[in-house]
């Protein structure tokens, strides 16, 4: 392994970067309503140069209120995914770890859930009724990572063949459970069925971004404080524990942080699958399996992949809609056999 | 970078609704109004473009005759066949925001039973204002086309709309005074068997068709079990076809699905095909009612007294006998290809609450 340094590490976020505003650039001109770059590009130049008046409705009405808001959550959802399938992986010593397999997400889906059903039970001022739902996927997020960790032990090890069925398992039961609670319940929970593929369609209040991205920032630098850890980590926990890691304290830091990176991403975009599994593969294997570089690299990666595979769902039927969960599915799902197929060969 | 940019872009919209309203200078003139699920709208007058997200809510724009100001409605908006001409804006489940947003409506109706409240909230977030409607009886219907009629500043055709629909429905109730009223299955979907619950706007229908259904369900679409059915035992059953739909298996098919033979109904072949305007809430849907009346009780609508001379046994039989010959020509609907989102979904939509399959597009 190269030695990291600073420079590395920034030109190679850099080019990832590149290749996120190419993404950007392509989510914001493809759509149900036809734009042309060359608008764009004078819109854009207008919105710069503060010339308000010259930027024409159609650019402030699509592009800035819908396609743009609907990309930085893409970018938020898809960066925080991916940092979490990232983190689940090292704690877990299992490169397939991921929220969604390890029924995190459903999990936090349920927590979600459960949130919306006490909401109207409760009497709280807005800002904590928006906030509760959040939190309910974040307990269900955390709930289910300490039951699939506990069901994934044997003989106080983990063995990663129990931990992926055991996450396999929850993730069933628990879309057994939000299956009985939507039958039995009256309401309008039509929403609630899409929500659940995975759905980035629903705009959300501009306070709602904020809270997303602190979320996302504060989490995420919390464990990219644990990088070098991580990486002693995946020698083995005693291994680490004698080169003086403090394992607990770093494996319930990433436990925490991952929980509440799963759960922030669920509650806004429901089961997006697979990104949190498939990007940081494809970015250990290019620059190498070094948390420090991984957790960044994984971070621009899993929003390239969201807002790419958004890009898809909005436009493949047009002017319907797909789940941008089927994307990511279609493309995840068969991934994910072939790399445990390889892992078992 | 992208987070700066994208937030600098954001930020750089201080009065984000002045682009989303398509505030035409002439009238700068706003109503406040309270739609059906009870929440208050403010609705510029008078209202010039109009999306519709429902089929109901298309068709009553155009049984209002203020069709001229439709700008935009959904793939399943079928009637009348000029409505199949307006730009579409996707589903009513999914529609797509952006096309609804680049069409510039003045307001976008919704209905509750149909659409997502998601999609109500999103466009609140654009500065869009929506109207919903939530009728859960044939009298709502009427009530919510003369609402609508008001809001669109034409008070006068919904008058005369809910008028002649109100003069129907009481002839019809004048010809079925003396008939007793038979216990029907409406089947929303057939495999697995969804009906309706007693509070849906479709329950109510069949009343007045003079049928009663056997399902007395809380839930809007329950889901049946064939022996809960059994135990009903269904004098008949009631399908809804679309005119749009293209050669599904006939009715004879039923018969051989396994299990359903235990209904009377299936056997005796006692089926009632009607149009898919009864899925509608809109004022289309006395016609539906008209036509399943005429099919259970053909009795009522004899004009000619000596038909009635024959014995009842034959008169049973001939009835049987022309509902078969209608069945064998009409397709059985429930049958066709769900809609794409859907089948996807289908695991997930058994809830009771959703509407299913294709149903749901088609109301």
Not at chain 1, 201 to 218: D, H, N, R
Not at chain 1, 238 to 253: F, S, T
Not at chain 2, 183 to 189: D, G, M
Request: some cysteine.
């Amino acid at each position: 392994m190269r030695p990291l340094t600073l420079r590395r590490l920034l030109l190679q976020c850099f080019a990832l970067l590149l290749i996120l505003f190419v993404v950007v650039v392509i989510a914001i001109k493809f759509g149900a309503v036809p734009v042309s770059l060359y608008a764009l590009g004078r819109d854009l130049w207008n919105v710069l140069l503060h010339q308000r008046t010259n930027i024409s409705s159609d650019y402030v009405l699509i592009i800035q209120n819908i396609r743009l808001p609907r990309i930085l959550l893409g970018i938020i959802v898809g960066a925080s995914l991916s940092v979490a399938g990232t983190s689940f992986q090292a704690l877990l010593r299992n490169p397939l770890a991921d929220p969604y397999v390890l029924g995190v997400s459903s999990g936090a889906g349920l927590g979600a859930i459960l949130a919306l059903i006490l909401e109207p039970h409760l009497t709280l001022s807005p800002v904590f009724a928006a906030l509760l739902t959040p939190l309910g996927a974040f307990l269900g997020a955390a709930a289910t990572v300490a039951a699939v960790y506990f069901l994934g032990r044997r003989e106080g090890q983990i063995d990663s063949t129990t931990l992926l069925l055991g996450g396999v398992i929850t993730a069933s039961f628990i879309s057994a459970i939000i299956m009985f609670l939507m039958s039995t319940l009256t309401g309008n929970l039509r929403g609630l069925s899409f929500w659940l593929m995975g759905d980035l369609s629903t705009p959300l209040q501009k306070s709602v971004y904020w809270f997303l991205g602190i979320g996302f920032i504060a989490a995420s630098g919390a464990i990219y404080t644990t990088a070098s850890d991580l990486n002693l980590l995946l020698a083995g926990e005693k291994e680490a524990m004698h080169l003086g890691v403090d394992v607990p304290r770093i494996r319930l830091v990433v436990y925490i942080a991952a929980s509440l990176l799963t759960g922030l991403a669920v509650s806004v975009s429901g089961a997006i699958g697979y990104v949190g599994l498939i990007v940081p593969h494809v970015m250990r294997l290019i620059f190498g399996s070094d948390h420090r570089t991984l957790l960044p690299t994984a971070a621009i990666g899993g929003a390239i992949a969201v807002v790419f595979a958004d890009t898809l769902a909005r436009t493949v039927v047009a002017p319907n809609e797909l789940a941008v969960g089927a994307v990511t599915a279609v493309v995840g799902a068969p991934l994910f056999i072939y790399l445990l197929r390889r892992r078992l060969a | 970078m992208i987070f700066a940019a994208a937030a600098l872009l954001l930020g750089a919209a201080p009065s984000r609704a002045q682009g989303a309203f398509h505030s035409s200078p002439a009238s700068p003139v706003y109503r406040e109004v309270t739609d059906e699920t009870g929440r208050s709208v403010r609705i510029p007058q008078p209202l010039r473009r109009i999306v519709s997200l429902a089929p109901s809510l298309t068709e009553t724009v155009y049984a209002l005759g203020v069709q001229d100001r439709l700008v935009g409605d959904t793939e399943f908006c079928d009637y009348p066949p000029d409505a199949q001409k307006k730009t579409k804006v996707g589903g009513a489940i999914n529609p797509s925001l952006e096309q609804i947003a680049a069409l510039h409506p003045d307001l976008v109706l919704v209905t509750k039973g149909l659409n997502r409240l998601e999609t109500v909230h999103a466009l609140d977030n654009l500065g869009i204002p929506s109207y919903a409607t939530d009728p859960h009886s044939v009298n709502d219907i009427i009530a919510s086309s003369k609402k609508l009629a008001d809001l669109l500043g034409v008070p006068d055709v919904g008058a005369s709309v809910a008028a002649e629909m109100e003069h129907q429905l009481a002839a019809l109730r004048q010809r079925l005074a003396s008939s007793p009223a038979e216990r029907v299955l409406f089947v929303v979907w057939h495999q697995p068997l969804i009906s309706v619950g007693k509070h849906t706007f479709i329950a109510d229908a069949l009343r007045y068709a003079g049928a009663v259904s056997i399902v007395d369900a809380e839930q809007d679409w329950p889901q049946i079990s064939l022996e809960e059915a059994a135990r009903l035992q269904p004098d008949y059953l009631v399908f809804a076809a679309s005119h749009s739909e293209t050669a599904p298996p006939g009715l004879e098919a039923l018969s051989t699905l396994p299990g359903w033979r235990i209904l009377e109904a299936v056997t005796n072949r006692r089926y009632a095909v009607i149009s898919d305007a009864v899925n509608r809430p809109a004022p289309r849907i006395v016609a539906a009612i008209e036509e399943l009346a005429r099919q259970l009780h053909p009795e009522a609508f004899v004009e000619k007294p000596e038909n009635l001379n024959e014995k009842p046994a034959k008169e049973k039989m001939d009835k049987e006998k022309t509902e078969k010959d209608k069945n064998e020509k009409m397709p059985l609907p429930p049958v066709q290809p769900p809609h794409s989102a859907f089948s996807m979904l289908s695991g997930v939509l058994r809830s009771s609450d959703t509407v299913p399959g294709g149903r749901a597009c088609a109301r």
